[in-house]
């Protein structure tokens, strides 16, 4: 199984991004996926899931700017950023294959993508 995350750049203070993921070896259907980020010097967090029951969850720092989206037939998620600020600077993975627990913790997960930078500058 892979993912491939793709669509982080440099984007100034206000601006829009869109991150997808592209997963292939398997298909997850309807199965959660998730978007997490980890920003210099600290640990992975959650940022946003489309989940098994077609409902969508977001950490508070996202919630309002970001929007997760899936596109089933073709294995892909989708994250998009607006708003931007240059704390969102972070490398952004995704992650799928979840395996029970707290749907926002890392360990919750089996599969992820290799990461894409993410840059916002003030």
């Known amino acids: 199984v892979q993912l491939q995350a793709s669509g982080g750049g440099l984007v100034q203070a206000g601006g829009s991004l869109k991150l997808s993921c592209a997963a292939s070896?398997?298909?997850?259907?309807?199965?959660?996926m998730a978007w997490f980020r980890q920003r210099p010097g600290k640990e992975r967090e959650f940022v946003a899931a489309?989940?098994?029951?077609?409902?969508?969850e977001y950490s508070d720092d996202a919630k309002g700017r970001f929007f997760v989206s899936r596109d089933t037939a073709k294995n892909l998620l989708y994250l998009e950023m607006n708003s931007l600020r240059p704390e969102d600077t972070a490398v952004y993975y995704c992650?799928?294959?979840?395996?029970?627990?707290?749907?926002?913790?890392?360990?919750?997960?089996?599969?992820w993508g290799q990461g894409t930078q993410v840059t916002v500058s003030s």
């Open positions: 070896g398997r298909t997850f259907r309807d199965a959660t």
């Open positions: 489309k989940k098994d029951d077609s409902t969508r």
């Open positions: 992650a799928a294959g979840r395996r029970g627990g707290n749907i926002h913790a890392s360990a919750a997960y089996v599969f």
